[in-house]
C-alpha cells in the first residue's frame, strides 16, 4: 500500500471529510497509488462505496474514533476535527509522510509534511508548522470526486426555461433542515424540484410527506452526483464541500449555515459574491429561503453571473496540483 487514508463519517461531524478523502483517493488511485481507508464510519452506504469493487480501495473500518491504523505505506492523510495535535503526531511519528485536511487553523502545531485547506478563508490563517511543511491553501486545491472530472471545461448553460431546484443539504442532515427547506418552497407553481438525502439522513420519510405544487423527486445514496448537478440550474444547499462541487458545475445557489466551521466557508463566498447566503438554517424563515430563492429563479442575469465566476474560481485541477506537490516532496 502507498498511501492510507484516515477519515471518519458519523452524525455529530457528517460525511463530508471522508467525501472529500474519497476524491482524493479516487486521484491517487488514477494516479497509480495502492490507497487504504482507515475509518470509523455510520454512513453504511458510503462505506459500501468504499469497499466496491469498482474504487479500488482496501477498508480497514475502525471501532473508535480516536484510534491510529499504522500499515506500512509511505504516505498517511488525516482529515478529521477529532484529530489534534498528538493523533497527527503519532501518524508523523510512525514514519509516514502526513498530509493534514483543515480547514479552521485551530490546533497548536500541526505535524505534516502537507497542511490542505482548500477554502477560500485558508489564506487569512496562520498555521504552526514546521519550515519545510507545505501549504496547499485556497481552492486552487480543491478536490473533486472522479465523476465531476469529466464536466472540466463545460460551460453551465444558463436559460429562462422552467427551471430544475436541487435540494442538498449533505449526507446526515440531523435536524432535518431538509425539511424545511423543502417546505418553503413547496408553493412555488413554475419549477421542478429534486431532493437528495445523503446516506446517513434518517429523515427520508417525513421528507416524502411533504406535497408540492411542482414536481418532486427524491433520490437517496446517488454515486454520481455531478451528472445530478448537470441537469439542474439552481441549488439550495449548505456550507459544506458540496458548494465547491457545484461551483465547478456553474449551479447558481442558495447557501445556509448548519455549523460553525461554515461560517468562514460561506463568509469566504461572500467576498467573492459567489453565490446567495440565506444565514444559518435553523434560524432563517421559510420565507425568507424562498425569497432568496426567488431571487436566483427570476434574474437570469445574476444567474449567469454567478455561474461564470463559481467557474472561475474551481477549475476541476486541484487534485493534480496535490499529487504534484506530494510528487516533488518524495
Same mark, same amino acid.
Given at each position: ?96 509522510? =502526513?498530509?493534514?485536511?483543515? *480547514? /479552521? #487553523? @485551530?490546533?497548536?502545531?500541526? %505535524?505534516?509534511?502537507? !497542511? ?80 437528495i438525502v445523503g446516506a446517513g439522513n434518517l429523515n427520508i420519510d417525513i421528507i ?10 427524491? =433520490?437517496?445514496?446517488?454515486? *454520481? /452526483? #455531478? @451528472?445530478?448537478?448537470?441537469? %439542474?440550474?439552481?441549488? !439550495? ?94
Open positions: 500500500m502507498d498511501v492510507i487514508i484516515r477519515a471518519d463519517a458519523y452524525p455529530e461531524i457528517g460525511t463530508g471529510h471522508l467525501m472529500r478523502c474519497l476524491a482524493l483517493g479516487q486521484a491517487l488511485r488514477d494516479g497509480g497509488k495502492r490507497v487504504g481507508f482507515a475509518t470509523y464510519c455510520e454512513a453504511a452506504g458510503l462505506l459500501a462505496r468504499l469497499a466496491a469493487p469498482e474504487e479500488g480501495f482496501t477498508v480497514f473500518p475502525l471501532k473508535n474514533k480516536s484510534d491510529i491504523f499504522h500499515p506500512p505505506c509511505a504516505w498517511a492523510v488525516a482529515d478529521g476535527v477529532n484529530f489534534d495535535s498528538r493523533f497527527h503526531k503519532a501518524m508523523y511519528d510512525a514514519g509516514y509522510k =502526513l498530509i493534514i485536511i483543515d *480547514d /479552521m #487553523a @485551530a490546533l497548536d502545531f500541526y %505535524h505534516a509534511s502537507i !497542511i490542505l485547506n482548500q477554502n477560500i478563508h485558508a489564506h487569512s490563517l496562520k498555521y504552526n508548522a514546521n519550515p519545510e511543511t507545505k501549504l496547499l491553501l485556497g481552492p486552487d486545491y480543491i478536490i473533486l470526486r472522479r465523476e465531476f472530472i469529466t464536466y472540466r471545461g463545460v460551460e453551465k448553460l444558463i436559460t429562462e426555461r422552467r427551471l430544475n431546484v436541487l435540494i442538498t443539504l449533505g449526507g446526515v442532515d440531523r435536524e432535518n433542515f431538509t425539511l424545511k427547506v423543502l417546505s418553503s418552497i413547496k408553493d412555488i407553481t413554475d419549477i421542478n424540484i429534486t431532493v416524502k410527506t411533504v406535497r408540492t405544487e411542482s414536481p418532486l423527486t427524491i =433520490l437517496q445514496n446517488v454515486t *454520481d /452526483m #455531478a @451528472a445530478v448537478m448537470a441537469a %439542474h440550474d439552481v441549488a !439550495i444547499t449548505s456550507g459544506g464541500t458540496t458548494v465547491w462541487e457545484l461551483a465547478f458545475m456553474g449551479v447558481p445557489s442558495v447557501v445556509g449555515r448548519v455549523a460553525p466551521i461554515e461560517d468562514y466557508l460561506v463568509a469566504g463566498l461572500n467576498s467573492r459574491g459567489l453565490f446567495i447566503d440565506t444565514g444559518w438554517f435553523k434560524t432563517a424563515t421559510e420565507d425568507e429561503i424562498r425569497g432568496n430563492l426567488l431571487k436566483l429563479l427570476y434574474n437570469e442575469k445574476l444567474r449567469m453571473a454567478m455561474s461564470k465566476l463559481a467557474q472561475r474560481l474551481v477549475d476541476g485541477y486541484g487534485r493534480n496540483r496535490i499529487i504534484e506537490a506530494m510528487t516533488a516532496i518524495l
